[in-house]
Structures are given as structure tokens and as C-alpha cells.
């Protein structure tokens, strides 16, 4: 009886703690399921705090960047206007300065000799000199020349190689003039000789007309007082009377030299000197020779 009691009441505290586990198993299942709940969404709102905070402070960051971008630029911006600021204030306030011409006219005058006295079909004939006695005239080597003449500028310091030192382009003509009254030859008399022998002889006019083309370097650009050079140029010499063969054109070149002073703005005064050589005779007329006087410039 005792041992069946002693089985029974084991059986029963056995009965009654298993209905206690089961009762109490989900309860503690459910506690434990909760905490696990609390403690992913407890991390998980850690993590986007965490997020939140790093996406702050990289926006600061952008931001601190943009503003120390944007300043130096803002910066320059504003030294560039004030520079220009004060170009403009200090190009207002400077005189204007005086304008350098490069161009000029110019116009010429004075003494001329050529090597040789001048002769031609009109003035001196051999030939009716030696068979009637009647020889006709010669002109003086000497003469006196009118003339003009334009500038024009090149370069101011001769391409790069020597400042304040201009090439210049010069063209320029002259009008020579040897003498007005030179007896003709014999043939050239009123009425002929032939016909009616102690006439009147004609007389001409010898003259001759130059054109030159050449490069005058001008040195001190920029002064008052301008010396020049022409090394070579270009002449073509047209002479009246002809020559006995009847030319009127003599090619040559030109060396020359000079200097000019400006006295009031774009006028200035000068003298110069130019020797013209050919070479040698043109059918028995010979223009070289050299001329010597003063200019009056105006540059434009």
C-alpha cells in the first residue's frame, strides 16, 4: 500500500509539472521572441541613426567645400575688376599722346650739276658744224631743280633688328633745268641757212626730268631731329632735247643722304644731297650728277 501511494504520488507531482512546462514553455517562448524583436529593431534604428549622422556630415562637408570654392574665385573676380578700375582711371587721367606719322609729302628745290655739259640733236650738230661753220651751243653743267616727293612708312625699327630706326618708301620726281637759250644748230635756224644764208637760229630750252623710287632709312624715331640714308634706289632720267639719235630715257641709280628738323607738329624742314649715276653715256648724253638743297615736309 505504501509503495503503490509513494508511485501514485509521483505520478501525479510528475503529471503536474509537465502541465506547468507546458503552461509556462510559450510564455517564456513569447518573452524570449519579443526581446529578440526588440533587439533587431533596436539595431536596426541604431544603424540608420548611424547612416542619418555620416549623410549629415557629408552634406556639411559638400557645403564647407562649395563655400571655400567659391570664394577665391569671388575674390579674383573682384581684384580683376578693380584692376580694370584702375586701367581705365589711369587711362582717362594720362594726356593723350602726340601722334608719330610715318607718311610724309614733301617738297624740294636747289642746286644741280651734272658731270658733263649737255648736247643733243637740237643743241650741237658735228656734222653741220664741220661742213657750214655754224656750230651751235651747249648748256652749263649747273642747273637749279624743283621737285616733290611722298613718304611712306615700312617699319618702325627696321623688322625687329634696330629700334627707333624706320624704313621708309620714298617716291620722288625733279624738274632740272640747264639753260633757256641755247642756240640750235645750224639746221635748226629760221629759215635755213641753205635757204637763206644769216638767218636766225632757234634757240632751246635743256632741261631734264628725273623719277626715283628707293628705301630711305630714318634713324631717332621718335626726336625732333631725323637723320637719314639712302643706300641705293631706283632712277629713270627723261632728257630734252634728245640725244642725236634721238633717245629721251637714261636708267640709273640714286645714293643719297640727309636730314630734317621738326618745327611745329607735322611740319619739318630738311636739306638733303643725291648723286644719280648711269653708268656711262645715253647716245652721247650723260646725266650723271648730283643735287643739294632744302625740303619742306608735312606728315600725315
Known amino acids: 500500500m505504501t509503495l503503490k501511494k509513494t508511485n501514485l504520488c ?30 533587431l529593431a533596436q539595431a536596426a534604428n541604431n544603424k540608420a541613426d548611424a547612416l542619418e549622422a555620416q549623410l549629415q556630415a557629408l552634406q556639411a562637408e559638400v557645403i564647407s567645400l562649395r563655400e571655400q570654392a567659391g570664394r577665391p574665385a569671388a575674390s579674383a573676380d573682384s581684384e580683376k575688376v578693380q584692376e580694370l578700375d584702375a586701367w581705365m582711371t589711369s587711362v582717362k587721367s594720362a594726356p593723350a599722346p602726340s601722334k608719330k606719322h610715318d607718311n610724309a609729302i614733301f617738297f624740294r628745290g636747289g642746286f644741280a650739276s651734272n658731270d658733263s655739259s649737255r648736247d643733243g640733236v637740237s643743241i650741237y650738230s658735228d656734222v653741220a658744224g664741220s661742213q657750214l661753220g655754224l656750230p651751235g651751243g651747249q648748256a652749263d653743267k649747273d642747273a637749279w631743280y624743283i621737285g616733290a616727293g611722298f613718304d611712306f612708312g615700312l617699319t618702325d625699327d627696321v623688322w625687329g633688328m634696330l629700334d627707333k630706326t624706320e ?134
Do not use: C
Open 167 to 300: 624704313v621708309i618708301a620714298e617716291l620722288m620726281f625733279e624738274y632740272k633745268e640747264f639753260a633757256n637759250d641755247i642756240q640750235g644748230n645750224v639746221l635748226a635756224t629760221n629759215p635755213t641757212p641753205l635757204a637763206a644764208p644769216g638767218g636766225s637760229a632757234r634757240t632751246v630750252t635743256v632741261n631734264q626730268l628725273t623719277l626715283t623710287a628707293a628705301p630711305k632709312i630714318k634713324f631717332l624715331k621718335g626726336s625732333a631731329f631725323r637723320p637719314w640714308v639712302i643706300p641705293v634706289g631706283l632712277g629713270l632720267h627723261v632728257v630734252s632735247p634728245p640725244s642725236e639719235s634721238i633717245t629721251v630715257l637714261n636708267p640709273g641709280i640714286m645714293f643719297g643722304a640727309g636730314a630734317d628738323y621738326r618745327v611745329w607738329k607735322d611740319i619739318f624742314v630738311g636739306v638733303d644731297g643725291r648723286y644719280h649715276l648711269t653708268g656711262g653715256a645715253a647716245d652721247g648724253v650723260n646725266t650723271d650728277g648730283f643735287t643739294a638743297g632744302g625740303y619742306l615736309g608735312i606728315g600725315f
Open 10 to 39: 509521483l505520478g501525479i507531482a510528475l503529471a503536474t509539472i509537465t502541465m506547468a512546462g507546458a503552461l509556462v514553455s510559450p510564455q517564456a517562448m513569447a518573452r524570449s521572441s519579443s526581446t529578440a524583436a526588440e533587439r
